[in-house]
């Protein structure tokens, strides 16, 4: 069965500082790799997603991700964060041509601080 | 922005009371989901479709249904309401062959 650990349910920086979220993954298979961020009081919004094209990904708003298959991880990573990126990101697989279900890690809430 | 909406976005009910939880999507997705969050926990498959007439649940026990007989709509009913059901639900979409799923700004409930 797959499953997804996000590591820290809380991460705290400083304005203009590097973030880095932790997701690691289990998967008999390299699955499909998402990252969601779901800013207070509203839904998910797609970040970026990994279907197996180049293992770095870039998304929307400066962040990227890099899927290494050796370390079954999907990291998120941005090189300066802004006061808008504090919001909650959510790690999610989905197995290759399995369930229609996508499996979310419990997400990881971000603070940026001035 | 995102073309799904559901409404209400915030629905206080009684418990007992039969409600229905709407979604709708104007992107011509074919298929449809619906995720119950709760603070702290991943969020749960508790329904999907594939197209018109097509429902299954997921993984989450629920005491709800749904029902998909236009291609833009997927409500949810709770026959008889829980203070158990109170949670956020979340409707997304997506269409076949592509993997980023488009959510909803969810329904927060809450049953007393």
């Known amino acids: 069965a797959q499953s997804v650990t996000q590591l820290g349910s809380h991460v705290s920086v400083s304005e203009g500082a590097l973030v880095l979220l932790r997701c690691n993954y289990s998967?008999?298979?390299?699955?499909?790799l998402f990252w969601y961020v779901q800013y207070p009081n509203q839904g998910l919004q797609l970040l970026l997603k990994y279907t197996s094209a180049a293992t770095l990904v870039k998304g929307i708003n400066g962040f990227e991700a890099e899927f290494k298959k050796s370390e079954t991880s999907f990291h998120l990573t941005k090189p300066s964060a802004h006061m808008s990126d504090a919001a909650e990101y959510f790690c999610a697989v989905k197995k290759k041509g399995g369930s229609e279900k996508l499996v979310f890690g419990k997400g990881t809430k971000l603070t940026v601080n001035p | 922005e995102a073309d799904i909406y559901q409404t209400p976005r915030y629905l206080v009910i009684g418990t007992g009371k039969k409600i229905t939880l709407e979604c709708s999507q104007t992107m011509g997705h074919d298929k449809m989901y619906w995720y119950q969050q709760d603070p702290g926990m991943e969020l749960h498959l508790i329904h999907y479709s594939y197209g018109v007439n097509s429902t299954e649940k997921g993984d989450l026990s629920s005491e709800s249904t749904v029902s998909r007989i236009r291609t833009e709509h997927f409500p949810l009913t709770l026959e008889s309401a829980r203070p158990s059901h109170t949670s956020q639900y979340l409707c997304?979409?997506?269409?076949?062959?592509?993997?980023?799923?488009?959510f909803g700004s969810g329904t927060r409930l809450t049953v007393v």
């Open positions: 998967s008999s298979v390299p699955p499909y």
């Open positions: 997304a979409s997506r269409p076949t062959g592509y993997y980023g799923y488009t």
